[in-house]
């Protein structure tokens, strides 16, 4: 699919940190539809806190964040639902409920105020539920679900949700290798196949080399760098961003890290 010309995500001068400590420094960085950022650095290094400014969950240090051409404020909660949807590092389960009452819960943003789901929406669900390999899950409690089993049922719920941005924050946590790859595999998909963008944190640059286009990589004090993923997962690169030497070895197509 061919990248359009405007942005979907815009955040220009964009300050990130808490506290005391800034992450990012006038940050400027533009995501359309088909393109795929890949977001790494070391652990504290602010990944997560970045991602959630540019969900507009988190307000930033000063800088703009614009989705679609309008600011978060502009747009209201369900209008940036309708476009951006989230998938956070860690959620809590405080109430028992079912697999596909979980995923329904996705669809809450196309609903009016007075409406129910139906049965187009449990389609939507069920659908998705098949994707992430949970077909056969509909009545389970979630409560019983393992950590890689909720994992899938939160990218379900996201699917469903049908943005055309998708922010991650660690998409393959709790995930064995066939479900990163299939998960991964899926959000791919969306920007290539269906007019999404989408940006992930992730932890494994060969990830980043085999689904993402562009890739951000964030230092924890204040330097970000992003640009083409051939150019910014490079070994010099990699190893000063995590601290530790690398070597890079490219077979096939993929990309092989290795501790020196």
């Given at each position: 699919m061919s990248v359009t010309s405007a942005p979907l995500l815009e955040a220009r001068g964009l300050n990130v940190g808490i506290g005391a400590r800034v992450f990012c420094r006038d940050l400027d960085l533009e995501l359309r539809v088909g393109e795929r950022l890949a977001i790494l650095g070391r652990n504290g290094a602010g990944k997560s806190t970045l991602l959630s400014v540019l969900a507009g969950l988190r307000a930033p240090l000063t800088g703009k964040v614009r989705l679609n051409g309008a600011s978060y404020a502009e747009l209201g909660p369900r209008q940036a639902a309708l476009t951006r949807g989230w998938l956070p590092q860690s959620r809590g389960d405080a109430f028992a409920s079912t697999v596909l009452e979980t995923a329904l819960t996705g669809r809450h943003p196309h609903l009016g105020r007075w409406n129910w789901e139906s049965a187009r929406d449990a389609e939507i669900v069920r659908q998705a539920l098949a994707a992430v390999g949970l077909a056969d899950f509909e009545q389970r409690d979630i409560q019983t679900l393992s950590g890689g089993e909720r994992q899938r049922l939160a990218i379900a719920t996201l699917l469903v949700q049908q943005p055309r941005l998708f922010l991650l924050d660690e998409p393959a946590a709790c995930l064995d290798l066939k479900y990163q790859i299939a998960m991964l595999t899926l959000f791919a998909d969306a920007a290539r196949e269906h007019g999404a963008a989408v940006a992930m944190v992730l932890h494994e640059p060969a990830l980043a080399w085999r689904f993402c286009d562009r890739?951000?990589?964030?230092?924890?004090?204040?330097?970000c760098e992003h640009g083409a993923a051939a150019e910014m997962l490079s070994a010099n690169r990699l190893s000063a961003l995590y601290d530790?030497?690398?070597?890079?070895?490219?077979?096939?197509?993929?990309?092989?890290?290795?501790?020196?």
């Open positions: 890739v951000l990589l964030v230092h924890g004090d204040g330097r530790y030497p690398l070597k890079i070895f490219e077979r096939g197509g993929q990309l092989c890290l290795i501790p020196d």
